[in-house]
């Protein structure tokens, strides 16, 4: 099993542009989420999806759009990227649909370290 | 707000030495959660310790929660170079009739050989 998996790496954008990070997971989990890191920061999160079909806003969730493709699949879109959005970007998933199944321990990606120039 | 607070920012030792992390947060949970992230990784979980538990093993680690201090800390024992690394905690508590979980701002681990 590859567990949770997240393309690309490493992007450099510039001003204005778009770009969508992708995410899958092979746990067969139905809750999904997407934090950013900042440094000296712990994880904030941007959007999350409790189940397939479902998608919710978390702490930080302006300038950002999701979607969940299907149960493996959650994608998150930057439409006009800005500076304040070069993080370093986490797709989680877990088992269970308690609430958003925040209950049970997170499964991570390794993580897309994104510069908006 | 409910984010969980780890003490100290950043600690060094030295390798078989213990290291002792804390973390406190603000209203009733339902359970805390500890994280490690090497540097350049994901997150990995460790351990998750329920609201009606007092501690928990798991190899060289061991957490306690403190619910009327609202605290917890994670001990490593017997530390090794490898166990450096940033640790966080993860509160995870019902708002709105949903679970939610907040991470702390994480303590950084430095094992020196």
């Known amino acids: 099993n590859a567990g949770v998996t997240q393309t690309p790496k490493f992007q450099v954008l510039k001003t204005g542009q778009s770009m969508t990070l992708q995410c899958a997971q092979d746990?067969?989990?139905?809750?999904m989420y997407w934090y950013r890191q900042d440094p000296g920061m712990g994880l904030r999160l941007i959007y999350y999806s409790a189940s397939e079909g479902t998608t919710d806003k978390g702490e930080v969730p302006n300038g950002y759009n999701v979607s969940r493709l299907n149960k493996r699949e959650f994608s998150l879109r930057l439409e006009s990227a800005a500076p304040s959005q070069t993080s370093v970007y986490f797709c989680?998933?877990?088992?269970?649909?308690?609430?958003?199944?925040?209950?049970?321990?997170?499964?991570f990606g390794p993580g897309t370290r994104l510069t908006v120039l | 707000s409910q984010q969980g607070e780890e003490d100290p920012q950043a600690l060094s030792i030295q390798e078989g030495e213990n290291a002792t992390m804390n973390c406190s947060y603000k209203?009733?949970?339902?359970?805390l959660q500890w994280y490690r992230q090497n540097s350049g990784r994901g997150l990995v979980h460790l351990i998750l310790?329920?609201?009606?538990?007092r501690e928990k093993h798991s190899g060289r680690l061991r957490v306690t929660l403190d619910t009327s201090k609202k605290s917890s800390s994670l001990l490593i024992t017997a530390s090794r170079a490898a166990d450096t690394a940033s640790y966080f905690c993860a509160t995870v508590y019902i708002s709105g009739g949903y679970n939610k979980l907040i991470f702390g701002a994480g303590t950084r681990l430095a094992v020196h050989p």
């Open positions: 746990m067969n989990h139905n809750s």
């Open positions: 310790i329920r609201s009606n538990e």
């Open positions: 209203t009733s949970i339902n359970n």
């Open positions: 989680a998933s877990s088992e269970g649909n308690s609430g958003y199944g925040a209950y049970n321990e997170q499964f």
